[in-house]
């Protein structure tokens, strides 16, 4: 008698299982299976997208309850596993801060859910109109390298709470922690619901892989999270896309004699040096208006900050970038082993020996510099000189290149908090705190993870991945009559 795999039986019991469902009226669970104990992973798009297909199918037939309660249990998983996935995306991407990891995953729990989804009702003499939001069905979300698993379980929150299933393509960098805990929610999902393969993800994700999601038409929407290459090559394809893209934020601090500079410091090292300044929104370069410039310098080397000598500078750029077409704006290629680096691993290339519980490294520039232009994603601030508020404000301007993404400001006068938020025209613009006060985190709101700044939804909802409906019921229930 021949030898029957485990994995061929599982997908027999698996097949009749399906059949049967479709006989009793209930969903059918899709004929596609991932191997063992990998809910959701596989190894092509076209598979991945075709299972996910069954997910949303298996969604819509559960309805808004099911939907309320994956948001719960991913929540959830997000804050009991926090350590542990935590370390796993640690140990596979090596970047930012290790002892940062566990914060952004506890963050999770504040990403908006199924009751941010009300619709909008009319009635009167011709009768009763319904706006609701729709889902889209499948959406294909490409996720960073720099917040591998949180990014992905706040798509997860807001997408699946808006009624869609989802493929992702991760960063290949971050690609294993992604099927890890994808495979780990599908799991939950499935033993809680019996929906199976709502989540799903490429094992080995690669420029095929996204080609392969953008030109499916079982694909109806795309979701990037990511930098400039990936945002232009979504925004080509031709199908909507929702571009959480780069930023470049700058703060400014105002010449303000009403200023905490101690608070304004801690402020900006508490959202710069954040998991080292892989935040997207996190403050980049800092532009101080006369006096307030050694004020502030001062303040950061009383809360922490080391500041590098010009020599120190060069030899830490010497490393970090070269370059290929010619210098200017974004032409800098950065050396990805030092994104999201420590601050004694960036001093030690400057031969220079700091305490690792160091958060952060402060360089004087000028508004030209690399490390004012490029997104360089390093605990390495710099801080240039304004003349006036205005000078402040035109480098300011400069330094984001309109990417319309996040920019800070400390000042007390409120005329100014003003002008620079409409000069910006930034998504987010936070006054007189950390960063990440504009995520909820320190100042009221919510989070996500993806930040629509290119395609201008801005911070994600629910609602941003849904369609509108309209369902109108003419004269006959007129219950205001
Ligand atoms: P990245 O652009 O290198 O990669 C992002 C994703 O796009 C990955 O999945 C990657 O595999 C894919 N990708 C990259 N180039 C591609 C191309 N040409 N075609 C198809 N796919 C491509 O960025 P990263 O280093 O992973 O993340 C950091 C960048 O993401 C920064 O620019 C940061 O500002 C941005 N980001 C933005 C937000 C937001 O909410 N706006 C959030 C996080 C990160």
């Not at 009226?25 to 063992?36: K, L």
């Not at 804050?79 to 995953?105: C, F, M, S």
């Not at 010449?255 to 402020?267: G, H, N, P």
């Not at 090292?269 to 310098?297: H, M, R, W």
Request: with cysteine; glycine share 10%.
């Amino acid at each position: 008698m021949s030898q029957i795999s485990e994995e061929a039986i599982r997908d027999v019991v698996t097949e009749v299982l399906s059949r049967l469902q479709s006989t009793s009226g209930a969903p059918a669970a899709p004929a596609i299976h991932t191997r063992p104990g990998r809910h959701g992973v596989f190894d092509d798009a076209d598979t991945a997208i075709a299972a996910a297909r069954g997910g949303f199918e298996q969604l819509r037939a559960k309805g808004w309850a099911a939907r309320t309660r994956i948001v719960e249990i991913v929540k959830q998983m997000c804050v009991d596993n926090a350590q542990r996935w935590g370390d796993i995306e640690y140990n596979e991407t090596k970047i930012g801060r290790h002892a940062h990891k566990p914060a952004k995953l506890q963050g999770v729990k504040n990403v908006l859910g199924t009751e941010y989804l009300m619709p909008y009702g009319m009635s009167g003499d011709l009768g009763i109109t319904m706006d609701e939001a729709a889902p889209w069905g499948v959406i294909a979300a490409i996720t960073p390298l720099t917040h591998s698993i949180p990014t992905i379980a706040g798509n997860i929150v807001n997408m699946v709470a808006a009624g869609n299933a989802i493929v992702c393509n991760p960063h290949p960098g971050g690609a294993g922690c992604a099927a890890l805990a994808i495979d780990e929610i599908n799991e939950a999902i499935k033993a809680e619901l019996g929906i199976s393969n709502l989540i799903c993800t490429i094992e080995k994700p690669s420029l095929d892989s996204f080609d392969a999601l953008c030109k499916s038409p079982d694909v109806d929407l795309l979701c990037i999270t990511g930098g400039p290459g990936v945002v232009d090559a979504a925004m080509k394809v031709g199908k909507r896309a929702v571009c959480a893209g780069p930023g470049n934020p700058p703060v400014v601090v105002d010449d303000c004699s009403a200023l905490d500079f101690d608070r304004v410091a801690r402020d900006i090292i508490t959202g710069g040096g954040f998991d080292n300044n892989l935040l997207c929104i996190g403050e980049k370069q800092i532009f101080a208006v006369g006096p307030s410039y050694q004020l502030t310098l001062d303040a950061l080397k009383r809360q922490g900050a080391v500041v590098l000598n010009s020599q120190q500078l060069e030899a830490i750029k010497k490393e970090v970038f070269s370059y290929k077409d010619g210098v200017g704006c974004r032409k800098a290629i950065l050396n990805r082993k030092f994104v999201g680096a420590n601050p004694h691993e960036l001093a030690a290339v400057a031969g220079l020996n700091i305490d690792p519980k160091v958060e952060m490294l402060i360089a004087e520039t000028g508004e030209d510099d690399v490390f004012v232009q490029e997104e360089q994603m390093m605990p390495l601030l710099p801080i240039v000189r304004a003349n006036c508020f205005q000078d402040a404000l035109r480098m300011a301007k400069k330094s984001e290149h309109g990417d319309k993404h996040s920019a800070m400001i400390h000042t007390m006068n409120v005329a100014k908090m003003t002008e620079m938020g409409r000069l910006m025209d930034t998504t987010i613009f936070v006054k007189n705190g950390p960063c990440t006060a504009g995520l909820g985190m320190g100042g009221e709101g919510f989070i996500s993870y993806s930040i629509a700044t290119t395609t201008g939804e801005g911070i994600t909802t629910p609602r941003t991945f849904t369609r509108f409906r309209r369902c109108t019921l003419v004269n006959d229930l007129n219950i205001i009559a």
